[in-house]
């Protein structure tokens, strides 16, 4: 895990977002301040 913070938030892509690891680390990107994309198989998920 990354530990410290950039100078400008980081762009990322998280495939799988809805599964046990994805459900995890975007709410942890979010946190540090990063903007987050997601793909997920089930657009409703």
């Given at each position: 895990m990354y530990v ?42």
């Amino acid at each position: 895990m990354y530990v410290g913070k950039m100078s400008e938030p980081e762009r990322v892509l998280v495939t799988g977002a809805t599964g046990y690891i994805g459900g995890r680390l975007v709410p942890l990107l979010l946190q540090d301040g990063h903007k987050v994309r997601v793909l997920a198989r089930s657009p409703k998920s």
